[in-house]
């Protein structure tokens, strides 16, 4: 650390800290990310230190610039480029409901596409796609950030990702347990072509169990008709329920309404290399994917690295998967399973009773399944009261500052006298009364209380409050 100067703390993500720093070599501005790293196994920081090697390989317009890593102190610091223009989560929030022209949106997504391409043609993932990880630089080009370093962690702080960090672009097969794959990250590119689009996250629910219904329903608000017939039908396509039917990245930018677009963002050069690439390996096949060779990919599926846990959403909250429990809501909206149940013969005696007995275990599990949602739901309620109060103590001390700067004559005092809410009117108050500084905020402060009271339900992590 002793060649950067810390500028400021930009933010803490689920992984740990992002700190803008200042080179003192040439003064250029660096983003470092901070992760502690004490906690893990010697094996899973072997698999770190390979991941970020893979990092270290990738260069391309559209993705953030990695410059260098080391570690320090029980931390992992990752040094990359600073993206000056912010993420694409906080220019979606800034547009305060007015939507994005197609242009615009078709641009971004070319540029999302291409750095995402760059990604899968050698067979590495990027786990954590979403319009946080997706920066503008100064003049406005789209880069894609924090590639591989999700998968580096995933093992060790999955669960606390899923429960504070961003639940929404969660794939159904993910809910449903089954491996990350490829067009895992398609679904997630899917979620913020829908923001995109429609300034919302396209799977919102009050609580994580009707997220993660939503999510396996594959149920959302239509995009506006605003948008041409190519951007919402491509969009359906990502969103596809069976990983297998969605595209591959390849496929979506040999779009004639996307490809079009690739020369502006790429030179004849780069266009070449990266499309010859290609055509070489045939873009990958659904690939329970991992160990990342560092160059050019393997053919055929990689081993399963030991970071490669999968947390069981659907499981974990309470979501009964489809197929399983034929008396489930999800299971009678699903097509698939009516039709293996129309299908199956009469049941004996016998299997009826080993069915019965079935019924049985799964409803125990489900009780089990539904105590640990509890649990969750009552600790995610804690973080967001924990989040409020710390809301409020920053108003609080906003509201203080406030009032002292404004002095004696402050219209507030003079309106609300000394006694807060209760106070009587000015009029009333008698001349000797004594002032009473300790109170003097309680009206504000019941009235935030009540603007910050806690909401129905859980919410699944900090941000949906903010939209
Ligand atoms: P998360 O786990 O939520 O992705 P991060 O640690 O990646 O959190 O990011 C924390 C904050 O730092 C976010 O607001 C993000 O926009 C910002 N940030 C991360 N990397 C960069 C970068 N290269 N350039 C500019 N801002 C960045
Ligand atoms: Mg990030």
Redesign the pocket.
């Given at each position: 650390m002793e060649k950067y100067e810390k500028v400021k703390k930009?933010?803490?993500?689920?992984?740990?800290?992002?700190f803008?720093v200042k080179s003192k070599e040439d003064g250029r501005q660096?983003?470092i990310?901070e992760i502690g790293i004490s906690r893990m196994s010697n094996k899973e920081r072997q698999e770190s230190r390979k991941e970020v090697a893979v990092l270290a390989n990738m260069s391309h317009p559209n993705i953030?610039q990695y410059k260098e890593s080391f570690e320090e102190s029980g931390c992992l610091y990752i040094v990359?480029?600073?993206?000056?223009?912010?993420?694409l989560?906080?220019k979606i929030n800034s547009q305060k409901g007015v939507l994005f022209p197609e242009e615009q949106i078709l641009d971004w997504l070319v540029q999302i596409c291409l750095a995402l391409k760059h990604v899968h043609d050698r067979k590495i993932l990027h786990r954590?796609i979403?319009s946080?990880?997706i920066?503008l630089t100064k003049d406005g080009t789209v880069?894609l950030?924090?590639f591989g370093?999700?998968r580096v962690l995933n093992s060790t702080v999955e669960l606390a990702?899923t429960c504070i960090?961003?639940p929404y672009y969660l794939s159904p097969e993910i809910c449903e347990n089954k491996p990350y794959n490829n067009k895992s990250d398609i679904w997630a590119l899917g979620c913020v072509l829908y923001e995109m689009c429609t300034l919302k996250h396209a799977f919102e629910a009050g609580n994580m169990k009707n997220l993660v219904l939503k999510i396996i329903r594959g149920s959302y608000p239509p995009v506006s008709i605003h948008y041409s017939q190519d951007l919402r039908c491509l969009l359906g396509q990502l969103f596809r329920r069976n990983p297998r039917e969605r595209p591959s990245v390849s496929s979506i930018l040999d779009k004639p309404f996307l490809s079009r677009r690739i020369h502006k963002f790429l030179t004849p050069q780069l266009i070449a290399q990266e499309f010859s690439h290609a055509a070489l390996h045939k873009p990958p096949k659904v690939c329970v994917a991992h160990g990342p060779p560092a160059k050019r990919p393997a053919p055929g599926p990689a081993p399963v690295s030991p970071a490669q846990k999968i947390t069981k959403p659907a499981a974990k909250y309470g979501v009964p998967l489809t197929g399983r429990r034929p008396s489930d809501a999800v299971h009678r909206l699903s097509d698939a399973g009516k039709k293996r149940a129309e299908r199956k013969p009469l049941a004996k005696p016998k299997q009826e009773a080993a069915r019965k007995k079935r019924l049985e275990l799964m409803e125990k599990e489900r009780k089990q399944r539904e105590q640990i949602f509890l649990l969750k739901a009552a600790q995610m309620r804690r973080f967001e009261k924990e989040k409020l109060n710390r809301i409020n103590r920053a108003r609080e001390q906003g509201w203080r500052n406030v009032l002292s700067s404004s002095g004696g004559s402050s219209p507030e005092r003079k309106f609300y006298g000394g006694g807060g809410m209760m106070a009587p009117p000015p009029a009333q108050v008698p001349s000797h009364a004594p002032a009473q500084p300790a109170n003097r905020y309680d009206h504000f402060l019941s009235a935030l209380d009540q603007l910050a009271k806690p909401q129905e339900g859980v919410k699944g992590a900090g941000d949906v409050a903010a939209r």
């Open positions: 930009i933010g803490e993500g689920s992984f740990g800290k992002a803008l660096f983003v990310k953030v990359m480029d600073y993206c000056e223009g912010g993420d989560f906080k954590d979403k946080q990880n920066f880069q950030g924090d370093i999700a990702r960090g961003t």
